[in-house]
C-alpha cells in the first residue's frame, strides 16, 4: 500500500473506471510513437516490455478517465500497480510461450472474473487502439491480461 501523510485523503482507482467515447483522434499516433521510443531507450528487452504495456494502459486509462491526468500521486499510485501486474504477467506468461500460443495462454492461466466478451472502459480504449493499427494483436492481449489481473487484484483487496 501506499504511504499516506498525515491529513492526506485516500486516493483509489480502478481498472473498471472511465468511459470509452470513440473519436477520429484516438488513439494520438504521436503518444504512440513517444510510448514506443520510451521503451526502446532500455537495453534489457524485459525492461522494454514493461515499459511499453505499462505507458499504453496509462494512456488508455487516461483516456477513459481524463480526470487522473492531472492527478500526479495518483498516476504514480496507478503505474506502480501496473509495472508489478504487468511484471507478473509477463512472468507468468513466459517467453516460450509468445506470439501464436499468448491468447491461449491468457485465458486458460490468468483466472477471468470478467468473461472474455465482457469489455470494460480501458478493453474498450485497447480495442480501438488496435483496430486503428496503433498495437497489434499480442500487444493488446498482453494488456487485456495485465487489465485482468490487476481487476483480480482489486477485487480481492476489497474482500
Do not use: C
Amino acid at each position: 500500500m501506499d504511504r499516506q501523510e498525515p491529513g492526506q485523503r485516500s486516493r483509489t482507482w480502478s481498472v473498471l473506471d472511465g468511459r470509452f467515447e470513440p473519436s477520429p483522434d484516438f488513439p494520438n499516433r504521436q503518444r504512440i510513437k513517444i510510448i514506443e521510443d520510451m521503451s526502446a531507450v532500455h537495453i534489457v528487452k524485459e525492461m522494454q516490455r514493461r515499459v511499453y504495456y505499462t505507458e499504453l494502459l496509462i494512456f488508455a486509462l487516461k483516456y477513459v478517465n481524463p480526470a487522473i491526468e492531472n492527478d500526479s500521486d495518483l498516476v504514480g499510485q496507478i503505474r506502480r500497480g501496473l509495472i508489478d501486474q504487468t511484471v507478473d504477467t509477463i512472468t507468468q506468461m513466459g517467453e516460450l510461450h509468445r506470439k501464436e500460443d499468448i491468447k491461449q495462454i491468457a485465458e486458460e492461466r490468468i483466472d477471468e472474473p470478467m468473461g472474455p466478451a465482457v469489455e470494460i472502459p480501458v478493453m474498450q480504449a485497447l480495442r480501438a487502439m488496435q483496430e486503428a493499427g496503433a498495437i497489434n494483436y499480442e500487444t493488446r492481449t498482453m494488456l487485456d491480461a495485465i487489465v485482468r489481473g490487476v481487476h483480480i487484484k482489486q477485487s480481492a483487496s476489497k474482500l
